[in-house]
């Protein structure tokens, strides 16, 4: 046998047995914790597993535990932008947290809401999975309500409605919409237009409770007319920002829900003949690759998905490793990016209201 194969070749019960000079039904029995091995036998076992890097085979582990060692994660394709950049770096982190811990993730794809439960009552069933990562939270999950009911383990990558007993880990998306309204307001901006997503995400009534926060903060007036929500395109968000700029008094500014929404308002500022950052300031949220790339930049709050992916990892596994403990919840903060998207407003809102029509004049 080659230095390679020597090097990539899986540690055996066998190999522990011969380098302690051990039986294997004693090396396998200390590993699994019986109490007929003395402590000292135990530990000694344990560290040269662990020099040696012995990993034990998940199928063997199924049988003995009833467990996979396997992580559960359904995408649902049917959802829009199922497959946003942010999924490649949250599956990193996940990945690397599982492996850290000798765990596997296994990912499925499904097409609807009823086909994901059918997905994960099968590899549940079939072993493939202990228990589940449950992103994009819906504020009312049927996820959640089937995996409680089924007493099958699961941790969220959001906080949905009823989240007291629930495990959880997410970005205070709150604190940053509520940060968004005070950097607006400090460079002048009065009158704040809000396009927020789909109701039916978690994310979007955190968002949304953000916006309305900052502005008490800052001792600006809530106007619902300013506020469009349910947007989940740049189509949508394209339709939204022609509602709120045809408004007798517009925003001078427009916070978004996500990065996406916030290329709907560019395409209708250029369309518009709108210098963003001057006579309309934008700022997105996500951090994502397509904001880096909108001239002007885009001004955003990024989120570290890879840290995430990781934190969600190590915390299925500890409330695996230890079933009885209480649910466990953990936050972060997204990190702002400014940009040249925003800028002190060089026109007021009845300013802006005439200059739209002044361009509408021109090009009709």
């Known amino acids: 046998m080659d230095r390679r194969a020597r090097d990539t070749a899986r540690v055996t019960i066998s190999d522990l047995s011969r380098a302690l000079s051990l039986t294997k039904g004693t090396v396998s029995r200390a590993l699994n914790g019986y109490p007929d091995i003395s402590e000292a036998t135990r530990n000694r076992v344990i560290r040269a597993a662990q020099a040696m890097g012995y990993r034990p085979l998940s199928q063997a582990q199924a049988i003995k535990t009833g467990r996979s060692c396997s992580l559960g994660l359904v995408v649902e394709l049917s959802q829009y932008d199922a497959h946003r950049p942010f999924l490649a770096e949250f599956l990193a982190g996940l990945t690397q947290a599982a492996s850290a811990e000798g765990w596997t993730l296994t990912i499925a794809t499904s097409e609807s809401e009823t086909d994901t439960i059918r997905i994960m009552r099968d590899l549940v ?37 009823n989240r007291e007993k629930v495990s959880y880990f997410d970005v205070v998306s709150e604190a940053a919409m509520a ?11 009065v009158r704040i237009g809000y396009i927020g997503s789909a109701p039916d995400y978690a994310y979007s009534h955190a968002r949304r409770d953000g916006y309305r926060a900052g502005l008490a903060a800052e001792g600006l007036t809530y106007d619902a007319r300013l506020v469009v ?19 007798e008094t517009p925003p001078t500014a427009i916070l978004c829900a996500t990065d996406t929404l916030a290329r709907g308002v560019y395409e209708v500022a ?14 997105g949220y996500d951090g994502a690759p397509e904001g880096q790339a909108m ?70």
């Open 179 to 189: 940060d968004a309204i005070t950097w607006l307001a400090r460079l002048g901006h």
């Open 270 to 283: 250029n369309t518009l003949g709108l210098k963003i950052g001057s006579e309309l300031s934008v700022v």
């Open 295 to 364: 001239w002007p930049r885009l001004a955003t709050f990024a989120v570290d998905n890879r840290q995430a992916g990781a934190r969600l990892g190590a915390m299925f596994i500890a409330r695996m490793q230890d079933p009885e403990a209480p649910a466990t919840q953990g936050v972060i903060r997204a990190t702002f990016t400014p940009g040249g998207s925003t800028g002190r407003p060089t026109l007021t809102s009845d300013q802006l209201a005439r200059h739209l029509a002044n361009l509408a004049a021109v090009t009709a």
């Open 229 to 247: 929500e349910g947007a989940l395109s740049p189509d949508h968000a394209a339709q939204a920002t022609r509602q709120l700029l045809a408004l």
């Open 125 to 161: 069933r079939d072993r493939k999975a202990d228990g589940f990562i449950l992103q994009r939270v819906l504020w009312e999950d049927p996820r959640i309500a089937y995996l409680e009911r089924e007493n099958v383990p699961f941790i969220c990558y959001g906080r949905p409605k």
